[in-house]
């Protein structure tokens, strides 16, 4: 849980580098170092926030994903093919297809 976390993290810090990094930057002049060199900075400084963010809002989400899912219901998030398959095999079963077909009756009281 903690790769995905970091993952969350390092994925939102590089997706706003770039995007701070091309909107600062001088399309008129960009050799200009000055300008480039303010730009790369205010990227990197954005870069660093949202990569303090998306870490504690990872932490906060995939923790609370992860530990309200409970273990019988993980089959169902894994695509539901392992569940569809169990069901089946269940169904097909001698013993439950008996006690399906032979529905008890009650007997009566003399």
Known sequence: MGRWIKRFARITGTAVFFAVFLTAVDYADPFDLVTTG???LRALAAALL??????????????????????????????????HAREESERMRPEATASAEK???KKKKK
């Open 38 to 40: 303010l730009a790369f």
């Open 50 to 83: 949202f990569w303090v963010a998306g870490y504690v809002l990872g932490d906060i989400i995939f923790k609370s994903v992860v530990e309200t899912v409970s273990h019988a219901d993980v089959p169902v998030f894994e695509g539901g093919l392992i569940q």
């Open 103 to 105: 529905p008890e009756t």
